[in-house]
Nanobody, 118 residues
Framework: QVQLVESGGGLVQPGGSLRLSCAASGFTFSYYKMSWYRQAPGKERELVAGITTFGSTNYVDSVKGRFTISRDNAENTMYLQMNSLNADDTAVYYC????????????WGQGTQVTVSS
């Protein structure tokens, strides 16, 4: 049974930090590109950051220099370190896994809420 379980969300003040985790099971984690998406109220889901099976990363411009994506293939876990958070970062954050060769094979987590507010 495939599972992606996000954790680490919560309420944080502007300028604060959070670390999200995505624990994967039920598939060969190292074969999948992993990504974080987010969806704010009334907005479309957007790609925040991705990391390939080789460790190459990409980020949406709005988080560059503030967020860092990483993965631990031995622990089947992906992370998103989020620093200097602001209100625009408030959203539900989702973990995504997409097979490196078969783009049609992908999985989603259930999401974790991140709220940036004073």
């Amino acid at each position: 049974q495939v599972q992606l379980v996000e954790s680490g969300g919560g309420l944080v003040q502007p300028g604060g930090s959070l670390r999200l985790s995505c624990a994967a099971s039920g598939f060969t984690f190292s074969y999948y590109k992993m990504s974080w998406y987010r969806q704010a109220p009334g907005k479309e889901r957007e790609l925040v950051a991705g990391i390939t099976t080789f460790g190459s990363t990409n980020y949406v411009d709005s988080v560059k220099g503030r967020f860092t994506i990483s993965r631990d293939n031995a622990e089947n876990t992906m992370y998103l370190q989020m620093n200097s958070l602001n209100a625009d970062d408030t959203a539900v954050y989702y973990c995504n896994a997409r097979h490196r060769y078969n783009q049609g094979v992908e999985y989603w987590g259930q999401g974790t809420q991140v709220t940036v507010s004073s």
